[in-house]
């Protein structure tokens, strides 16, 4: 009777493990929350960004998220530029990332390299492709 109760408990523990979608932060990681309101989805050039986020490591940060193709065509070459601005809103870098061979439809999980300490928030300003 005992096996079975703690086969029980393992079981939906690693149920209700598996159902957490949000990734911890590791070890020296802060997140950063944008204090512009960001909607779920938008659209930039035709291409959907369906999340983005901004996360404090050591001595940088980095600005994730994915795209989506939402255009009519394959890019051979695609980049997402980002803006980087201070606490006092003022637009000190800017950074991007980016990718080749993308399709129609395809999913672009996006990383770009913040080396400023000091970015407080950040705005996706465009995204372009050859």
Request: aromatic content about 8%; charged content about 35%.
């Amino acid at each position: 009777m005992k096996v079975t109760k703690v086969i029980i408990l393992l079981i939906i523990s690693l149920f209700l493990t598996s159902c957490n979608k949000t990734k911890p932060l590791e070890k020296n990681e802060t997140k950063i929350k944008s204090n512009r309101e960001v909607e779920s989805k938008r659209k930039i050039d035709g291409f959907e960004v369906l999340e983005d986020d901004l996360v404090n490591k050591d001595s940088y940060s980095i600005i994730t998220g994915k795209i989506k193709n939402s255009t009519d065509r394959e890019y051979e070459y695609l980049e997402v530029n980002i803006s980087l601005f201070d606490n006092e809103g003022n637009k000190v870098d800017t950074t991007k990332d980016v990718i080749e061979n993308i399709k129609i439809d395809d999913i672009w999980k996006f990383k770009a390299v913040v080396w400023d300490e000091n970015i407080e928030e950040y705005n996706i300003d465009s995204i372009e492709g050859l």
